[in-house]
């Protein structure tokens, strides 16, 4: 079943065009339906070099004005055409090669198999105080949230679709989707997969604004872990 990779991009000229590139040449033809890029109002070459890709496969969607990569991904979602998503983060430090395992992780819903599958970073790139953020991070979360995700931060993912529109929508719920889809009765998994530096220009967060925002966040979701109740139902 052909799937939808969908790529949040903000300031990535250096990185976005060899990213699809690559993606277009890593994912087996039977299984890309299509790549979308949605652009969050950059102001440099981003577009440009989207353009001269000249890509069947490939679909630039931009927004109007600045509104953060959680609503990136979630107008990548909204549009894509087919039930299976994939993401992956514009920077190019997502590894395409790693998609087929991911999709072929999920399972049927209906039957408690995974609804995401979550990429785990076993060669993690970052270093000094990124890493070491990172890590007290993953703990904090997992200790609130119980979700058992060991790398939230992983932007490569593969989930059905169907079951994303679902979910709330807030203004940094990408770091939060494995909690998401556990507090909405869906099963989650883990693959390890591939980190890689990045090539060009320079990362959009700095350790205090994710912290800042992040533990914002971080709260609400616990309490929204704690509040919703979804039993089972039966007919007949």
Known sequence: ???????????????????????????????????????????????AELRSLGLATLRCLRHGHRAGQSAALRSGVRAARFPVIVTMDGD???????????????????????ALVGG????????????????????LRAYLLADECPDTGCGIKAFHRAAFLTLPYFATMHRYLPALFLTYAHEVAYLPVNDRPRLAGQSKYTNFGRALVGIYDLFGVAWLRRRSVLPPVTEG
């Open 1 to 47: 079943m052909p799937i939808s990779v969908v790529i949040p991009a903000y300031n990535e000229a250096g990185n976005i065009a060899r990213l699809v590139a690559e993606t277009v040449s890593s994912v087996p033809e039977a299984l890309l339906g299509e790549i979308i890029v949605v652009d969050d109002c950059s102001d440099d070459a981003t577009a």
């Open 92 to 114: 190019g430090q997502n590894d395409p090669g790693d998609i087929a395992a991911l999709v072929g992780r999920l399972g049927e819903a209906e039957r408690g198999e995974p």
């Open 120 to 139: 785990v970073r076993t060669n993690r790139r970052a270093t000094g105080s990124r890493r070491w953020a990172s890590l007290f991070a993953n703990r």
